[in-house]
């Protein structure tokens, strides 16, 4: 069965083809664990349903793959402590400002009168520090490897002196790893977020599959995306053969996007990170090069924060981001915790896992 056409991508006949091969292989194999890293892979999966598609021996978990959830409650206080103060504006995503911190969060802070803003990326913090001459922007910056260029290239084009980053971004194939040495969960593969493979490439999922020996197969969104990545999975399981395969064709090139990673190269470095839940991660994050020092806040300021709180009493979030639990099997889960009352980031953000179990599944 061949990569699909973009005609194909929900073609139902299509779909039920690779479910009839998913099924055939099945009959051959015990219980299989597959886990993708990426919150809008798990909201195709959930929309549509796939996992009721599947034969009963596979088994889908959904990994660290929001990265509002695994931003750590002390880059968000950090944020907050730059927030109060009278002459700096917070500009970050939309769903960044409803996330818990250890004390309040950023929506909290502009309800008590903090200037905190919503923007669509970079280019528009940056236009509010050259509209705001006498304020300073600080930019908070979250996100995988996608949103990293973007951010790299406004740093690189000299923006105005009154702007900041707060650099938060963190590196989706250090988590992988991390994963699979620690968490034992005996994982038998991988589907891989395409949109961060269009960036990176192929060469950093290949350590998965080289010596871990993990089937890793990078995907696209649509159902038959998925679907497709899974019998990928599972024929190489079942001729043993571990490879990182690309199913994301139409998009990902396998050397990736040079010039987006040339400006990456340029602007961070990667550095041991923490992410929220799940601990501090060797090269799981970014951080800004000295040379760029007069953008980065944490250079910029001197910020004093109290002792952090990631988790919230109660909550099981550092379970659900590693596909130990599912959502419904915490106790909070649609009675004190809720998109409009959300107690822990898993709940906060639309690629959040316990925010789409909260949309999709109904037990
Ligand atoms: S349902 Fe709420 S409290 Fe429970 S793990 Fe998810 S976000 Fe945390």
Known sequence: MDIPGTKLLRNKDFTNQIIKNIKKICQNLNRVKI?????????????????SLLPKNIEILSGPGCPVCVCPAADIDKAVELGKRKDTIITTFGDMIR?????????????????????????????????????????????????????????????????????????IPA????LISQSK????????????????????????????????????????????????????????????????????????????????NQVFKQVSSPWRGIGRIMDGGLAIK???????????????????????????????MVGKLYPYECKLFRKD?????????CMVSMEGTCQIYYKYYNP
Do not use: W
Not at 127 to 144: L, S, W
Not at 305 to 318: E, R, T, V
């Open 35 to 51: 886990m993708h890293v990426c919150g809008t892979h798990e909201h195709t999966i959930s929309k549509y349903g796939l996992r």
């Open 175 to 178: 988590a992988l790893e991390l």
């Open 185 to 264: 969960l005996n994982i038998d593969g991988f589907i891989s977020p395409g949109h961060v493979a269009t960036i990176i490439g192929l060469q950093p999922f290949c350590l998965f599959s080289d010596a871990y020996r993990i089937p890793n197969v990078i995907a696209g969104f649509e159902p038959n995306d998925v679907l497709l990545a899974i019998l990928m999975i599972l024929r190489q399981k079942i001729e043993k053969k571990y490879e990182t395969l690309n199913e994301y064709t139409r998009v990902v090139k396998p050397e990736g996007n040079k010039k987006a990673q040339e400006i990456i």
């Open 290 to 320: 000295s040379e760029f020092a007069q953008y980065d806040a944490d250079q910029k300021f001197d910020i004093q924060l109290p002792k952090s709180q990631d988790i919230p009493p109660g909550c099981s979030c550092h379970l659900v």
């Open 99 to 171: 996330v818990p911190a250890t004390n309040i969060s950023l929506a909290e802070l502009k309800a008590r009168g903090a200037d905190v803003r919503i923007v669509y990326g970079p280019h528009d913090a940056i236009k509010i520090a050259q509209d705001n001459p006498n304020k300073e922007v600080v930019f908070f910056a979250i996100g995988f490897e996608t949103t990293v260029p973007l951010i790299g290239y406004e740093i690189l084009n000299t923006p105005p002196s009154n702007f900041s980053v707060i650099c938060a971004h963190k590196l």
């Open 337 to 345: 915790c809720t998109p409009l009352n959300p107690i822990g980031p």
